[in-house]
């Protein structure tokens, strides 16, 4: 009971968030990348606040002890949150979803090169496949001409995979923090530097936005306050392996929403890299659990 309620704590949290990225990428139209990470994390603040007085952590909830490793957290955090809403708006939704997908593959190079865990065959070969089902989804956004005249898709399909690559990097980083740090004080001052951060592209050109867009990007940092709160207790009530499968769910919903919403017809080489990418995700979670369950069967019983 407690792994399904965990599961569907997940969907919803992966609903959520691609509702976020909707109303980003339709608010996007007009309102730089810089000024919709401002809405996001200033519309998460009064969610993540409501969510530590539940915990009773409103007083202790922000004590950290290394403010040097939040600090560039939260500088990884935004760069990651900026790429990719820089890239939604020159994408479609599914394409910007199965680049996504190769966060999970950055995760494991970086856990290697930065956290010096061991990568053997199985998932090198994985994260291989993975990363060549990328590019075909980036392939024909990338073969058009030479760097120097690239078109908006082309540094859509760029930042996008900057933006995980960043994104699984703060991921490695949060790994080895939480080995000191809080999860309430590493949320809560991620959201505080990205509002901060987000602030210093003003002079790059912030606009006022009409009613409906502003509505947009309200709702879309509630949504991503509450898809933050809900992926955090879903991962709280079960093991990673567990629920990580479950955002791949996310590129079903990407191609409904795209085609039905923002008149989006999914490629060939869209659906073949994202369904070689599921794979290959779907391969290293498997594996990671495999893993996992001897380490507990090799452990004495208490």
Not at 147 to 164: F, N, S
Request: positive net charge.
């Amino acid at each position: 009971m407690v792994s399904l309620r965990a599961i569907l704590l997940k969907l919803c949290a992966v609903t959520l968030f691609l509702v976020m990225a909707s109303l980003i990428k339709a608010a996007s139209e007009t309102v730089p990348p810089g000024q919709t990470v401002f809405f996001r994390s200033f519309f998460a603040f009064p969610i993540l606040i409501g969510w530590l007085a539940m915990r009773g952590q409103l007083r202790t909830g922000f004590q950290v002890s290394r403010p040097s490793a939040h600090v560039l957290r939260g500088v990884i955090g935004t760069g990651a949150m900026a790429f990719s809403f820089a890239g939604l708006g020159l994408l479609p939704l599914p394409e910007v979803t199965a680049i996504r997908f190769a966060g999970p593959l950055f995760i494991v190079v970086f856990a290697a090169l930065l956290l010096g865990e061991r990568v053997r065959l199985f998932r090198s070969t994985a994260v291989l496949v993975g990363f060549a089902g990328v590019l075909i989804v980036m392939y024909p956004r990338l073969s058009g001409g030479a760097a120097w005249a690239m078109d908006g898709a082309a540094l859509g399909a760029i930042y996008c995979l900057i933006g995980a690559a960043l994104a699984a990097l703060a991921h490695v980083q949060i790994r080895n923090m939480t080995k000191t740090e809080q999860t309430s004080a590493i949320v809560f001052w991620f959201t505080i530097t990205s509002m901060s951060l987000s602030l210093l592209t003003i002079p790059f050109g912030w606009v006022k936005p009409d009613w409906s867009v502003a509505l947009m990007l309200v709702c879309a940092g509630l949504c991503g306050g509450a898809g933050q709160i809900l992926m955090t207790t879903a991962y709280s009530k079960a093991d990673v392996s567990l629920l990580a499968p479950f955002d791949y769910a996310s590129i079903v919903m990407a191609i409904a929403v795209g085609y039905f919403v923002f008149d989006e017809v999914p490629t060939g080489n869209m659906i073949l890299g994202a369904a070689i990418v599921t794979a290959a995700g779907g391969a290293i979670i498997w594996r990671e659990r495999q893993l996992a369950l001897k380490t507990r069967a090799r452990q004495p019983e208490a």
